[in-house]
């Protein structure tokens, strides 16, 4: 599956290595991002409110600054109709708080369309998975966390992992899947109906055998 890479404002290391059928995406200040790894966008979008220099790109797209969605989403829609469903995103977290709220409903809303969006934020990555499962190998280490995103998830299994559920039900209002632990085997997050929100390393999403 091709993949569109987003880079976002927030400082962050592109460490992604693209396909040549992979689109890849500056969102405003993300500009500042790729041309810091040396990496060329094929387009650049925004409004430029935070970033007003020079763009040395030949596809721009400007945006007012009156609108109603950030860059961010803009850059999600532009992929979704040059038709990715596969998005992985930048430095989109951990900086202004409404705009990681804003980028994390984005993720549960674009998920249950069926597009598969991850966020990479430092070392570690947030993605979301919609009345269906998730396998890890045995090689995936260290924390893992688990959140319903839906008002509740329905039917909420999670074995091979430090603690285990057996169709529960899970509430965004309660978040009793924070810091879960990967224990060498293979492990399994299931939800029958809802939608889960998945952080853990980055490099766990090479153990993933699975997500349907």
């Known amino acids: 599956m091709n993949i569109c890479y987003i880079a976002c404002a927030l400082d962050a290391e592109l460490d992604f290595i693209r396909d040549e059928k992979d689109l890849v995406i500056g969102a405003d200040r993300g500009y500042l991002n790729l041309k810091r790894c040396q990496i ?5 979008i925004g409004d430029f409110d935070s970033y007003k220099g020079e763009v040395l790109c030949e596809n721009i797209l400007k945006l007012p600054t009156v609108k109603d ?6 850059a999600i829609k532009y992929a979704i109709e040059k ?7 930048y430095g989109a977290i ?11 409903a984005h ?15 430092g070392e570690n990555v947030l993605f979301a998975i919609n009345s269906s499962k998730i396998d890890f190998s045995s090689s995936a ?3 893992i966390s688990i959140f319903s ?3 509740k998830s329905i039917g909420v299994n999670i074995k091979g992992l430090y603690y285990e559920l ?19 085997k293979k492990s399994t997050v299931s939800v029958e109906k809802g939608t889960l929100y998945i952080y853990t390393s980055k490099k766990n999403c090479k153990n993933i055998l699975t997500n349907s």
Do not use: M, Q
């Open 40 to 44: 060329e966008p094929d387009v650049v």
């Open 69 to 74: 969605e950030t860059d961010c989403e803009a």
């Open 83 to 89: 038709g990715y469903k596969h998005i992985i995103i």
């Open 94 to 104: 951990g900086g202004a708080l409404d705009h990681t709220i804003a980028n994390i």
């Open 107 to 121: 993720l549960r809303g674009y998920t249950e369309k069926g597009i598969r969006v991850e966020y990479i934020d």
């Open 141 to 143: 280490n260290g924390r």
């Open 149 to 151: 995103a839906s008002e």
């Open 166 to 184: 057996s169709n529960a039900t899970l509430y965004n209002s309660i978040p009793l899947g924070v810091s879960n632990e990967f224990v060498s």
